[in-house]
């Protein structure tokens, strides 16, 4: 399988990667980004593009890709709706748009979150956003799902780019099986969002939005 990774270098995209890079049937890894990784690996591939509202130059790079982990995303605080928008639903669809016009027949996993709004009408600004984010690409000519996410335990080194987060998840790490135990839909780690990804592109799914109970039974 040739899967093309967005969002490499963030905290999910990390853990996405790693799983990526573990498991044997992944042969290559195409990784569109604004800067390098870092890694080194014979499965890598790393194209950097700095112009993420339009991707037609990376048509021949996205030919023949079997998958797309869209892994990019930040949060609202501090943010307009208008640039929310641009950064959450115009830049996914001008990726999604052209990889389905290379790959209708690819599978597109977004990593979205708890509390999205498909009705695209709720109060809260950035559940409306993803809500039509998700809306748009399920409508697109591919194998698309939603991984609307909660709290993301990271493991195997993976980590956050914001410090007070990383802080945070060190806190709670020894925690998570209490967690789980307690809120099984509503946690789970990178490792798990990055096994299940894996799963869903190979043998597809009924659900088109999965929420952590599902990836966790994906991942297993």
């Known amino acids: 399988m040739k899967v093309v990774v967005f969002g ?3 905290m999910v995209g990390q853990g996405v990667l790693r799983e990526c890079l573990l498991d044997p049937g992944v042969d290559e890894v195409l990784v569109v980004g604004r800067t390098p990784t870092g890694l080194r690996d014979e499965k890598i591939r790393e194209v950097i593009h700095k112009d993420f ?3 037609s130059s990376l048509k021949a790079e996205f030919s023949g890709q079997e998958a797309c982990f869209f892994c ?3 949060s ?3 943010m307009s709706e208008d640039d929310y928008r641009r950064v959450t639903y115009d830049i996914t669809l001008a990726a999604a748009t052209v990889l389905a016009e290379q790959n209708p027949g690819m599978t597109f996993i977004y990593v979205s979150g708890v509390g999205s709004d498909a009705s695209e009408k709720g109060r809260v600004m950035w559940a409306r956003v993803r809500g039509r984010t ?3 690409l399920l409508r697109l000519p ?6 609307r996410l909660g709290y993301v335990q990271p493991r195997y080194g993976v980590r956050s780019k914001t410090r007070w987060y990383q802080v945070a998840y060190r806190a709670v790490a020894p925690a998570y099986p209490l967690l789980r135990r307690l809120w099984p839909g509503h946690v ?4 798990n969002v990055g096994r299940a990804m894996i799963a869903v592109a190979r043998r597809g799914t009924d ?4 929420g952590s109970r599902e990836i966790n039974a994906a991942a297993s």
Do not use: C, H, K, P
Request: charged share 15%; hydrophobic share 40%.
């Open 53 to 55: 509202s339009d991707f």
């Open 72 to 74: 990019l995303g930040v």
């Open 188 to 191: 789970t780690t990178t490792e």
């Open 142 to 147: 591919f194998a698309g799902y939603v991984f």
């Open 134 to 136: 998700e809306n748009a």
């Open 76 to 78: 609202s605080v501090g």
């Open 207 to 210: 659900d088109r939005i999965l």
């Open 8 to 10: 490499a270098t963030g």
